[in-house]
């Protein structure tokens, strides 16, 4: 049974499927604490329902989505072997957002690492990930941005995204370093411009 904050239907409104349609699953429990998360609610476990795998998966049926992304909190303080199976029984495509903090569990079609500073990754995610997606919340995490980048593989996508609240000068920032290093590409929260979850 995992303790889910929320799970709807929307579009992913960051990175490389931005734009696609997807069920969104947030899993309860993170121990990263990150200043700039938009969730900080879902940091804890308790107070939130718990579903079985296949609840879950009926739900994502129900809503008539192709693809289920699972997020948090930090979804792989779960093993999610059993979700994972599950799903992609039912055909679904399955898209893993995580810090890289904890274990990786699970059979997944496309994983999104986004690290965060002082928070070591697991090597396994770099061998992994699909993408790579770095907050950004000052000048400083461009180099670490380039250190991180330097441990994926060749074919891994990286991103840059701007912290939501960030000024118009450090987004033209971002901007000038995509510019300037084009392994990199912008990433916009655009769910949160359409007022959309």
Request: aromatic share 12%; with cysteine.
């Amino acid at each position: 049974m995992l303790p889910v904050v929320e799970c709807f239907y929307s579009l992913q409104g960051e990175g490389f499927h931005s734009g696609w349609p997807a069920f969104f699953i947030r899993l309860a429990g993170c121990r990263n604490a990150c200043s700039f998360c938009d969730t900080k609610e879902s940091w804890q476990e308790e107070g939130f329902p718990r579903y079985s795998p296949e609840e879950l998966t009926g739900k994502v049926l129900e809503s008539g989505a192709t693809a289920c992304v699972i997020t948090g909190g930090e979804p792989m303080l779960h093993d999610l072997t059993s979700l994972c199976a599950c799903l992609k029984k039912a055909g679904i495509s399955l898209w893993l957002e995580t810090s890289g903090s904890e274990p990786l569990s699970g059979q997944w079609d496309w994983i999104c690492l986004s690290p965060k500073k002082g928070i070591p990754v697991r090597p396994d995610y770099y061998a992994q990930a699909s993408e790579l997606k770095i907050v950004v919340e000052s000048p400083e995490d461009f180099g670490f941005a380039q250190m991180q980048a330097g441990k994926m593989r060749e074919e891994c996508l990286c991103f840059l995204q701007s912290e939501w609240s960030v000024s118009s000068s450090l987004l033209s920032a971002i901007i000038d370093y995509v510019l300037a290093h084009p392994r990199w590409k912008l990433s916009l929260q655009t769910h949160k411009f359409l007022n959309v979850r």
